[in-house]
Each structure stands twice: as structure tokens, then as C-alpha cells.
Nanobody, 118 residues
């Protein structure tokens, strides 16, 4: 059973930085895509950033130039470096990995709270 374990998050002032990390348990995984989503109270879950196994990245327009996603294929980990944080970045951030075993399945982390104070 694959599990995603997140770390990082917390409270930071406007303009500050945080780093989120997520590791998948298990060996021999074929991870097609890794990504981070976020969900703020009363809002829909949205994609923040994603990275494919080949290293292709895409970002939400609202975080371009401020956030950087990276992955370590050997360790099955994905990280999100968040700089120049704004109050509107406040949300629960969820790690997502699309993994192929017998079929392609989306796995989710438990979520970590990021709060940016003004």
C-alpha cells in the first residue's frame, strides 16, 4: 500500500518562505507525475504545481516566479519551495502522486496547513 508522507508547512509572514516535502513509501514505484494542490476554506481544490517523470513542470499562474517544484526520483520525493508568500497563499496543501502499478492511481497526502499572515 502506497502512502504519501508530507512535511513542512506552518505559519509565516508575508514575504517569507516555506518548503514542503512529500515522500512516497514503497519500492519499485513507477511515478508518472508528482504535484501539489491546495484548498482554501470555501474554495475548490486547485493545482499549484506539477512535475512529470521527465522533469516537465507546470505552475498555476498565481505562483509562477515564486514557487519551485522539484523531485528526486531515486527517493520518490517531491518538494515545493515557496518564496515571497502572500496571504492569499494560505491554504491546506496536498501532495499528489500519479503512480502506475497494475493501473494508474492517484494518491494523496494528508495535507499540511500553510498560513501567511499579513
Amino acid at each position: 500500500q502506497v502512502q504519501l508522507v508530507e512535511s513542512g508547512g506552518g505559519l509565516v509572514q508575508t514575504g517569507g518562505s516555506l518548503r514542503l516535502s512529500c515522500a512516497a513509501t514503497g519500492t519499485g514505484l513507477t511515478i508518472i507525475r508528482m504535484g501539489w494542490y491546495r484548498q482554501a476554506p470555501g474554495k475548490q481544490r486547485e493545482l499549484v504545481a506539477a512535475i512529470t517523470s521527465g522533469g516537465t513542470t507546470n505552475y498555476a499562474d498565481s505562483v509562477k516566479g515564486r514557487f519551485t517544484i522539484s523531485r528526486d526520483n531515486a527517493k520518490n520525493t517531491v518538494s515545493l519551495q515557496m518564496n515571497s508568500l502572500k496571504p492569499e497563499d494560505t491554504a491546506v496543501y496536498l501532495c499528489n502522486m500519479r503512480i502506475f502499478t497494475l493501473a494508474t492511481t492517484d494518491y494523496w497526502g494528508q495535507g499540511t496547513q500553510v498560513t501567511v499572515s499579513s
